[in-house]
């Protein structure tokens, strides 16, 4: 198995999607972006959630992706480097695992309709 590893603390906006066409397996915090671009490209993704998000913001957005069967999720809390390694290796070993399952069951119907809603009622209640 060919690796190629970059390890950077942060990535320019603009290159992030060339750089998730070419990755085989993100590991990332989970930020709102972050998992909606993993989402867009369907790819794999060992996350560790910022512990101190807003709400617990992080976690949740992680456990979507794990629910939906793209990600290992481990808190921040827990993580050894031991532990690092073998998730890494397990998702590569078992990466045929970590695809986007169907996310009929898992978009409430007419969800675009309702966004939209959501976005005109804003200004409404802000007065």
């Known amino acids: 198995m060919l690796i190629a590893l970059q390890i950077t603390k942060f990535f320019s906006p603009e290159d992030i999607g060339s750089i998730l066409k070419i990755s085989d397996i993100v590991v990332s915090r989970a930020g709102i972006n972050t998992v909606s671009e993993l989402?867009?490209?369907?790819?794999?993704?060992?996350?560790?959630?910022?512990p101190i998000s807003q709400k617990n913001e992080q976690f949740k957005n992680a456990m979507l992706l794990n629910k939906l069967g793209l990600a290992e999720v481990v808190e921040q809390k827990n993580l050894t480097s031991?532990?690092?390694?073998?998730?890494?290796?397990?998702?590569?070993?078992?990466?045929e695992k970590y695809n986007l399952i169907s996310d009929k069951n898992h978009i409430p119907k007419n969800a675009t309709k309702k966004i939209v809603e959501v976005i005109y009622a804003v200004p409404k209640n802000s007065n």
């Open 82 to 95: 031991e532990l690092f390694l073998e998730k890494i290796n397990y998702m590569a070993d078992n990466i």
């Open 39 to 50: 989402l867009v490209f369907k790819k794999p993704a060992f996350l560790i959630p910022l």
